[in-house]
């Protein structure tokens, strides 16, 4: 059997014991204010970011994991004879993924493959889920590459907003939309569709959001091989009314932080779920 190796991105934002569990290696992204950089992950959490911005009134920039970095990795990994599987966040939104590209070329080497998650945070972490269970199931590189991007458009993720500020401000999604979501108390509820976020619908106050998210996976033919990710950054109401829902249905789930790459365009307030469906 192949002794594989599955790397991703701190964007992913899975818990770090799964991490451990599973042996992934995670490459962070860099969080930057002005001149100072940080390690996501490693060097500044979701919490820390939104007390510096409240401190210093600055939106920090975020960067890609380099190509230098990548290939730092992929040697040391292939040195010790693994293959690799190498899974990232949406093109559309970073070049992390072009990173990882570069390396495998720099590299010249059959025994890594990179895959465009077209996903970000856990709908990310999701995919990597799925590459851990076909590892398990005795998958070669090649199987795993053709498996993980045909069920890749079959994740759905359904968050709610409390505002869309972040999301304009990074650029993550258009003035328009983030207008039509700061009127009349009006919420947002966002899926990502062709690798960027896009509205999927609004209503009005939290109790709608909750239940509009609930609707959505239960019209939903769930994968029952991987858990139900919940996702949230400081949305105590909805991520409880969450959790009361999957503990009551029996729905197997895992609570995944968000990053402080994610939450610097998600900004605070945003909560949901994301699954992958048959």
Do not use: W
Not at 25 to 52: C, H, M, R, T
Not at 136 to 159: A, F, H, T
Not at 238 to 255: D, G, M, P, T, V
Not at 261 to 275: A, D, K, M, R
């Amino acid at each position: 059997m192949e002794k594989i190796k599955i790397i991703t991105d701190s964007t992913a934002d899975l818990p770090k014991e799964i991490y451990k569990q599973y042996d992934i290696e995670v490459l962070p992204l860099l969080v930057n204010f002005g001149e100072e950089s940080y390690l996501d992950g490693i060097e500044i959490n979701a919490n820390e970011v939104f007390e510096k911005i409240e401190k210093v009134n600055i939106l920090p920039t975020t960067a890609q994991v380099t190509p230098n970095r990548f290939i730092e990795a992929y040697t040391k990994y292939l040195r010790e004879g693994y293959k690799i599987i190498s899974i990232h966040m949406s093109s559309v939104m970073s070049g992390t993924y072009q990173s990882a590209c570069i390396a495998k070329e720099t590299l010249e080497s059959e025994d890594i493959i990179v895959i465009d998650s077209q996903s970000v945070t856990a709908a990310l972490g999701i995919l990597v889920l799925k590459a851990v269970k076909l590892k398990e199931r005795g998958y070669d590189i090649i199987q795993m590459k053709e498996e993980l991007n045909r069920v890749k458009d079959n994740i759905k993720l359904s968050v709610h907003f409390d505002s869309l500020e972040y999301l304009v401000r990074g650029g993550r999604i258009s003035k328009t939309a983030g207008i039509v979501g700061g009127m009349l108390g009006i919420k947002l509820i966002l899926e990502i569709k062709a690798g960027i976020m896009s509205v999927k619908d609004k209503v009005r106050g939290n109790k709608k959001s909750i239940k509009k998210i609930i609707s959505d996976l239960e019209s939903a033919n769930l994968d029952d091989e991987l858990p139900v990710l919940l996702i949230d950054v400081n949305n105590v109401e909805i991520k409880e009314a969450l959790k009361e829902y999957l503990k009551n249905n029996n729905i197997n789930y895992i609570e995944c932080p968000v990053g402080s790459v994610v939450c610097i365009h998600s900004g605070p307030g945003c909560c949901g779920l994301t699954f992958l469906t048959k």
